[in-house]
């Protein structure tokens, strides 16, 4: 199995998601080179700058010129941490490729742990946070309410997981073969499968600067994991309309039946039974419409992200070196298509 992993460019390739980390980024990148210099393999940083609008670019830069293992890939807008790691496993040329957050709250000690489980024959290795801690009560259970639905519904159970993860080369690979627009890489880790392992952190107080994750972003991720990895709800939708017409036909009957006794308040019954399955068939448009809006961007073909510049790659080709690609040459993300949006 060793051999196998043994490869020339990089043993390790740390993709870190960064949107405004000014504040953050000379420590963690410290921190981050002080754990991987332990590992004792060749190792590169590969930043993904996913628009950020403070000096976290020129930071990256600056890093960039005094260590050439740090590179850089600059979005050319902000399209999210899921697309962000994407491109990273995209560009990422090592063995094993270990993605973690730029603001310290994935505590980079951790790595030895994840690299000492991948070295046993783990393929993927994912982190598991031991409490939530500084997440307010609202947000929380906000949270453990979509990991239910999830496990629910898909059978995963992702519970308190974080993008925090190590995979081996193949599952990278693996992983890079969906080109789905809406991204739930925890899902998607788990669909592809291999041996899987977990490790448990204490999540670490941010460096710097404030959470970029809305809850917005986190109603949308939770989303992602329910309707991508399922059809269970447009089912459930099927089985509540199936009893909610029978119950309305038995009603009806009871209805006529009853007619002569009750009238008149049946018409308010009738008037609430209309009410309530408007209010079905709402839903149930409503959850169509996650699944034809996933359809539609599936449709459009659109690339998950759009690079403007990729710094501390090997450029594959002359005219790359205005538009860079990933650094490998089999990336699904076709090359024409980035630079119609650029
Ligand atoms: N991030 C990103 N794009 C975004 C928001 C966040 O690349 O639109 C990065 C951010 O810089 C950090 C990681 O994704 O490295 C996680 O973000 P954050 O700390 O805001 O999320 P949380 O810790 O609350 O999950
Ligand atoms: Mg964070």
């Given at each position: 199995?060793?051999?196998?992993?043994?490869?020339?460019?990089?043993t390790?390739?740390?993709?870190?998601?960064?949107?405004?980390?000014?504040?953050?980024?000379?420590?963690?990148?410290?921190?981050?080179?002080?754990?991987?210099?332990?590992?004792?393999q060749?190792?590169?940083?590969?930043?993904?700058?996913?628009g950020?609008?403070?000096?976290?670019?020129?930071?990256?830069?600056?890093?960039?010129?005094?260590?050439?293992?740090?590179?850089?890939?600059?979005?050319?807008?902000?399209?999210?941490?899921?697309?962000?790691?994407?491109?990273?496993?995209d560009?990422?040329?090592?063995?094993?490729v270990?993605?973690?957050?730029?603001?310290?709250?994935?505590?980079?000690?951790?790595?030895?742990?994840?690299?000492?489980?991948?070295?046993?024959?783990?393929?993927?290795?994912?982190?598991?946070?031991?409490?939530?801690?500084?997440?307010?009560?609202?947000?929380?259970?906000?949270?453990?309410?979509?990991?239910?639905?999830i496990?629910?519904?898909?059978?995963?159970?992702?519970?308190?997981?974080?993008?925090?993860?190590?995979l081996?080369?193949?599952?990278?690979?693996?992983?890079?073969?969906?080109?789905?627009?809406?991204?739930?890489?925890?899902?998607?880790?788990?669909?592809?499968?291999f041996?899987?392992?977990?490790?448990?952190?204490?999540?670490a107080?941010?460096?710097?600067?404030?959470?970029?994750?809305?809850?917005?972003?986190?109603?949308?991720?939770?989303?992602?994991?329910?309707?991508?990895?399922?059809?269970m709800?447009?089912?459930l939708?099927?089985?509540?309309?199936?009893?909610?017409?029978a119950?309305?036909?038995?009603?009806?009957?009871?209805?006529?039946?009853?007619w002569?006794?009750v009238?008149?308040?049946?018409?308010?019954?009738?008037?609430?039974?209309?009410v309530?399955?408007?209010?079905?068939?709402?839903?149930?448009?409503?959850?169509?419409?996650?699944?034809?809006?996933?359809?539609?961007?599936?449709?459009?073909?659109?690339?998950?992200?759009?690079?403007?510049?990729?710094?501390?790659?090997?450029p594959?080709?002359?005219?790359?070196?205005?538009?860079?690609?990933?650094?490998?040459?089999?990336?699904?993300?076709e090359?024409?298509?980035?630079?119609?949006?650029?």
């Open positions: 199995m060793d051999k196998q992993r043994d490869i020339t460019a990089v390790f390739s740390f993709v870190v998601p960064v949107y405004n980390e000014a504040e953050s980024l000379p420590a963690f990148y410290s921190k981050l080179r002080a754990e991987a210099d332990k590992l004792g060749p190792y590169e940083i590969i930043f993904i700058d996913d950020s609008t403070d000096e976290s670019p020129e930071i990256i830069r600056s890093l960039h010129e005094d260590d050439d293992r740090v590179r850089c890939v600059s979005f050319s807008r902000n399209f999210g941490p899921q697309e962000a790691i994407t491109a990273g496993y560009y990422a040329a090592g063995s094993a270990i993605s973690l957050d730029a603001d310290g709250q994935h505590p980079p000690e951790v790595i030895a742990e994840l690299v000492a489980k991948w070295r046993q024959g783990y393929e993927v290795v994912c982190t598991v946070k031991a409490h939530t801690k500084d997440v307010s009560l609202p947000r929380r259970l906000a949270v453990k309410c979509v990991y239910r639905l496990r629910l519904l898909t059978g995963m159970d992702i519970a308190d997981q974080a993008d925090f993860r190590l081996d080369r193949k599952a990278v690979e693996a992983v890079r073969q969906v080109r789905e627009r809406s991204r739930f890489l925890r899902g998607l880790v788990r669909w592809v499968g041996r899987q392992a977990e490790v448990q952190y204490e999540v107080d941010r460096l710097g600067g404030t959470p970029a994750y809305t809850l917005g972003k986190l109603a949308r991720m939770g989303s992602a994991g329910l309707f991508n990895f399922s059809v709800p447009l089912r939708i099927g089985l509540a309309g199936g009893t909610m017409t119950t309305a036909i038995v009603y009806a009957v009871a209805a006529l039946i009853l002569p006794f009238g008149g308040s049946l018409i308010a019954n009738l008037v609430m039974l209309a309530g399955l408007t209010g079905l068939q709402l839903a149930a448009i409503g959850v169509c419409g996650e699944y034809v809006g996933r359809i539609y961007d599936e449709a459009k073909g659109r690339p998950i992200y759009v690079v403007r510049e990729a710094v501390g790659f090997e594959a080709e002359e005219e790359t070196q205005t538009q860079p690609q990933p650094a490998r040459s089999d990336t699904p993300t090359p024409s298509r980035i630079r119609l949006f650029t």
